[in-house]
């Protein structure tokens, strides 16, 4: 009888839920993104999304993307170069926006250089941002 109400009591323990992985709550001028790609020091490229992953990020397939995150998780990341690899984590709403207007094959046109010279106010300003959260294998390889 004891041994039953053990086993029952066990598999109650193990079958309930993990509390203490709950996400952290999302900033409104936020997104949380999972992204398919390969990573090389702490810049991550964008990849190919499979059947079986939902294409609703909108952040396109060859954008580079500057992650940031706990130095223990970044430095798992590292090791993972040359494997893909998803990551999650929250990036700024609209910063993936492409400027310009897309005319199809990838090409997009947009503004060219003002009478300074430059491309716009800050051309440096553009640099995608990720803070990751975590992240896991996934099957393929990265090109080389």
Known sequence: MKATVFVVAAAALLSAPLGAQEKKPVPKDSV???????????????GARTEDMPSGSGIPEG????????KKMMGEIKGQEGSRIEITGLMKKGQYAQGGVGIGGGVRIGPGPTSSGSLGPDPGGSQNMIDVEGWRHIPGECPR
Do not use: D, E, L, N
Not at 32 to 46: A, D, H, L, N, Q
Not at 63 to 70: D, K, T
């Open 63 to 70: 954008m580079h993307i500057r992650m940031s995150g706990p």
């Open 32 to 46: 949380r993104v999972s992204i398919p790609g390969c990573s090389k020091g702490y810049v991550f490229t964008v």
